[in-house]
């Protein structure tokens, strides 16, 4: 289980003792995944995001992870890296690069959210850093993606806090803005974690 702690933060992969904890913050605060998601239907979508955190093949880099603040390692937060098919449209829109023929690809796209009363201390940015220096140094994944909406002024804000180079979307669809952080080039910010340290055990499934 992969497990990145930063000076403030614990980010790791769900457990289903979180489920209470994860109904509040995902469901009764933030409304992630719509507006009447009860706590049965969060069993199932926990279950996904830790199904997703521990598969092997893909270097159990995919799904939702839980963001803990310490010390008391209240769930404050979520982020994680879910696969997403680009379009060469919208691949166009950020100047990504041609080598893949023009043809849409799978991206990495990073997704993040705080409760509501956390917002504003640099949490999110300490987080989603602390993943993005996992995905970048540990496993070499080329580029992250992030999608997000036009009026959504606190996450644009966050990808260009880490270093993102955005772009707005002129087609009215999804996403509304795009943007992208190369792993190893110029557009890349400056790391934005203070601490970052991974563990693997071998306790198996999460
Ligand atoms: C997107 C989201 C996570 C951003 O949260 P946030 O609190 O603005 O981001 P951070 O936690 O990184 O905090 C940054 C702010 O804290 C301030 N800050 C205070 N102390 C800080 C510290 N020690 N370190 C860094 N920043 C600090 C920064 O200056 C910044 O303030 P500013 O926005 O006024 O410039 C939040 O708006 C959210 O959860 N939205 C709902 C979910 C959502 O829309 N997710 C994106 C879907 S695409």
């Known amino acids: 289980m992969l497990v990145l702690e930063t ?20 469901d009764v ?22 199904d997703l955190a521990d598969w092997a ?25 879910l696969p997403r098919l680009w379009s060469p449209r919208l691949k166009g829109l950020l100047g990504m690069d041609n080598a893949d023929g023009g043809l849409a690809t799978l991206e990495l796209e990073l997704g993040y959210a705080l409760a509501s009363d956390q917002r504003g201390r640099g949490y999110a940015t300490e987080a989603v850093g602390a993943l993005v220096e996992y995905a970048f140094r540990e496993l070499q994944v080329r580029r992250l993606v992030v999608g997000t909406g036009r009026s959504n002024a606190g996450s644009i804000a966050l990808m260009r806090r880490i270093g993102m ?32 340290s991974s563990k693997n055990t071998t306790s198996g499934r999460v």
């Open 7 to 26: 000076a403030r933060l614990i980010v790791r992969p769900f457990v289903m003792d979180d489920l209470e904890d994860a109904h509040r913050l995902l």
């Open 57 to 81: 093949d893909t270097g159990r880099l995919y799904g939702y992870r839980a963001v803990l603040v310490r010390p008391t390692s209240r769930l404050i937060g979520i982020c994680g890296l």
């Open 165 to 196: 180079r955005t772009a707005g979307n002129p087609v009215a669809e999804w996403p509304e803005v795009v943007g992208v952080l190369e792993n190893g080039r110029a557009d890349r910010g400056p790391s934005t974690t203070t601490q970052l």
């Open 29 to 50: 605060d933030l409304h992630w995944s719509g507006l009447e998601v009860n706590l049965e239907q969060r069993r199932r979508r926990l279950q996904f995001y830790i």
